[in-house]
């Protein structure tokens, strides 16, 4: 799993509604990049909305609000119509993003081990380093946790 004070691992990936994400070039501005799991199940779709809403407050605070997962651009795009979405939502098909920060884990239910993704946000700082990490996030209030530390940063 990354840590504070690391270099953000920079990628390109495709995004909802056509074009690309580029990490690095959100510089100088801060970037809240949370993975989560799945679109359109009911942690993730409640995460989603939680971001969502808060979205101008982010936006004040000179930050912009990335999730990442490994659903396709399409499914990506079915997600954001049907519950309203204007975050940004970047396809990792391939799962190299969620590798290299860590978030591609072995996790258990019903006793059995599959690989999936543990839901983290992490926040990175204008300079492209990690200032903060949220590993098992707990989706109940952790946008609004995620906004105080952007704006304290």
């Known amino acids: 799993m990354i840590s504070a004070g690391q270099t953000a691992p920079d990628f390109t990936l495709p995004r909802d509604g056509g074009g690309t994400v ?11 990049l949370y993975f989560y799991p799945k ?3 009911p942690g993730c779709t409640l995460e989603a909305q939680d971001f969502n809403a ?13 999730g990442v997962s490994k659903d ?4 990506h795009d079915k997600f954001c119509k049907k519950h309203g979405l204007s ?17 591609w884990v072995e996790k258990s239910m019903y006793g059995k081990t599959y690989m999936g993704i543990e839901r983290t946000t992490v926040l990175i700082d204008g300079e ?3 200032a903060r990490v949220w590993p098992k996030v707990s989706v109940k209030g952790h946008a609004d946790e995620v906004l105080a530390a952007a ?3």
């Open 22 to 32: 580029t990490l690095s070039g959100f510089r100088p501005g801060k970037v809240v």
């Open 39 to 41: 679109d359109d199940t």
């Open 54 to 66: 808060r979205l101008a407050d982010f936006a004040a605070a000179g930050t912009t609000v990335i």
């Open 72 to 75: 396709s651009v399409k499914s």
């Open 87 to 103: 975050i940004i939502l970047a396809s990792d098909e391939a799962g190299r993003t969620c590798e290299d920060y860590g978030v």
């Open 128 to 130: 492209g380093k990690v």
């Open 151 to 153: 704006r304290a940063l």
